[in-house]
């Protein structure tokens, strides 16, 4: 943010008139194929040539102690089509690099296009990425320029406090001459698994695998699973016509929070496997319609993920289904998984055709009379 300088590159301060309206963005982690978009946002107000945005942005999707959270609205009614409205950058500026202010964690950029302001996307970015830092520490910084009086409202919103003012340098940022540091001290567990569950699934990052968080498709939002998810995706999942092909029963509302919870709050830590779960919302009425999973695991260096979904008997035939997977697998390549897979019955043309659809192909396995597809 510091990147951001001079009068013009900011917003205008300016009362709030009429009541704001509900978000209109899904907010996401970014993946590679949101990068041009990001950077052309980031021209927009920032130095810099398109190529240098790229790659730096590249680094934060890429990178480990970095994050890229993303915004995207629909447009037109079918959400055929969406673009990239917002953005907000997460990195790690270690001792050596960050000069006169503290090292750690700070908000390394956050803007939202102009025709989308004051609509709560910012505010949303933010609330991301703070849920983001919080699994890794316990305190996130982000600096701005004290003329610019929209960011300081927007940080102590969230809930930012005023540290410093003057110069701060950062050794590779330029820097600006009146910037104002602020700190956000994180409750380190507010983003964990909480013994209710209500927390997001899973933890991040831990031991080096992949952690569920928010994705976004095109109609559909794919949502960290959580125990209190049990009450809603219950009646969904009380059909017998779901376990024609799966084998099993529906579960009660007592079995589903019980599976939950061993999903979600108490996962198997053996450094080996890791259960990554979501519900899949629709976008266009917030209702769930299903839900995904990933079961990724680690073996030498080389991860894999086995993959399920389940979309609920009166949202089939739409291509829920394909367009959750596609989404699930797209991140998990990103995530480094490098093999894919998936167990489907030799007669189950629907999942057949999903498998298909995310680039996965038969193989001659049979595992518990399923076949093994594999991409
Ligand atoms: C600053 C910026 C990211 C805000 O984006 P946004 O999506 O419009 O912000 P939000 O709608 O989430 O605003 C949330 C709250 O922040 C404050 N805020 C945001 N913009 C404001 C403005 N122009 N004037 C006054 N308050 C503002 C308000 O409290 C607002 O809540 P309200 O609209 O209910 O009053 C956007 O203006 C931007 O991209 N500016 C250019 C780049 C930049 O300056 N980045 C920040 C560097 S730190």
Excluded at 72 to 88: D, I, K, W
Excluded at 186 to 213: E, H, I
Excluded at 266 to 287: A, M, T, Y
Excluded at 353 to 364: D, E, S
Aim: aromatic share 6%; with cysteine.
């Amino acid at each position: 943010m510091g990147a951001v300088s001079g009068r013009g590159r900011f917003a205008e301060w300016a009362d709030r008139q009429e009541p704001r309206l509900r978000c209109p963005a899904v907010v996401a982690l970014a993946l590679a194929g949101d990068v041009a978009a990001a950077a052309d946002l980031a021209l927009t107000v920032a130095p810099g040539s398109r190529d240098e945005w790229q790659e730096r942005l590249l680094r934060d999707v890429r990178g480990r102690d970095r994050e890229l959270v993303v915004a995207h609205v629909a447009q037109g009614a079918e959400s055929a089509n969406r673009q990239l409205v917002g953005y907000a950058r997460l990195g790690l500026v270690p001792p050596g690099d960050s000069g006169s202010a503290p090292p750690g964690y700070y908000v390394l950029g956050l803007v939202v296009e102009r025709a989308w302001r004051r609509r709560g996307i910012a505010e949303a970015l933010l609330q991301q990425l703070i849920a983001l830092a919080s699994e890794r520490t316990g305190e996130l910084w982000s600096f701005y320029d004290v003329r610019d009086t929209a960011s300081a409202a927007l940080h102590r919103r969230v809930g930012f406090r005023p540290e410093r003012r003057g110069t701060i340098g950062f050794p590779g940022l330029p820097s600006t001459s009146v910037d104002e540091l602020v700190r956000l001290s994180l409750p380190r567990d507010t983003a964990r698994p909480r013994s209710d569950g209500a927390g997001w699934a899973a933890g991040l990052s831990v031991q080096g695998f992949p952690a569920a968080l928010p994705l976004a498709g095109l109609r559909l939002g794919l949502e960290p699973l959580r125990v209190a998810h049990a009450e809603e995706m219950a009646p969904l999942l009380d059909d017998a016509k779901l376990h024609a092909f799966i084998g099993g029963e529906p579960a009660t509302l007592s079995d589903l929070r019980e599976r939950y919870r061993r999903q979600v709050v108490d996962p198997p830590s053996d450094g080996v496997q890791r259960w990554l779960n979501w519900v899949v919302r629709r976008r266009r009425d917030g209702r769930a319609v299903g839900t995904v999973q990933a079961t990724v695991i680690r073996r030498d260096r080389a991860l894999t993920a086995e993959v399920a979904w389940v979309v609920a008997t009166e949202y089939q035939g739409q291509g829920y289904a394909r367009e959750a997977a596609q989404v699930l697998v797209a991140w998990l390549r990103e995530q480094g998984v490098e093999t894919v897979m998936a167990h489907v019955h030799p007669d189950h043309q629907a999942s057949q055709g999903v498998a298909r659809a995310v680039g996965l192909t038969p193989t001659l396995l049979l595992v518990d009379g399923e076949v093994r597809w594999q991409g």
